[in-house]
């Protein structure tokens, strides 16, 4: 089985990567990164192919990207999910949190392929926009919490303890 990980820049991408070693070597990884992050493709163990792709919401020194830059580039990065998923041809695809996975739960839904949602545990009190809207659209067929009293207000969401 191949899972496509979506990895996001600092905690996502350990959560991530975390889940991986817990999965273990019985499956084929490859992996999605932000085409601006240099740090996290360095930090796979478990190797497989790499891509690359926009990253619809950037952090750029503390500040978020506004509305209408996330709008210009969303359709950029819808084109390159559809032809990650393409190439990758996984059997799921798994993330925990970064705006990439949004035009990638997308394109994998139109490709029939399982999406699996982990909300990062750095986010205690609310979710991620990115999570909302994730749950809100029903982008993903699972959808993890990392902290159990979001059960309470999402009750699809699954709780399964913390990744770190």
Known sequence: ???????????HTKQMLRLVDLLGPDFDYCY???DYDTVSE?????????????????????????????????????????????????DALIGA???LQIPLAIAAKTRRIPVIYVETASKVETLTSTARLIYRFHLADRFYVQWEHYL????????????L
């Open 152 to 163: 309470a207000d999402y009750p699809r969401a699954r709780y399964a303890g913390r990744l």
């Open 32 to 34: 999605v990164v932000a």
């Open 97 to 99: 949190g970064p705006s």
């Open 42 to 90: 360095h930090k796979i163990a478990a190797q497989g192919p790499v891509y690359r792709m926009t990253q619809p919401r950037e952090k750029r020194m503390g500040a978020t990207e506004g509305v209408w830059t996330v709008l210009r580039k969303m359709p950029r990065a819808l084109v390159q999910a559809r032809r990650i998923l393409a190439e990758a041809r996984p």
């Open 1 to 11: 089985m191949r899972l496509l990980i979506v990895l996001g820049a600092g905690g």
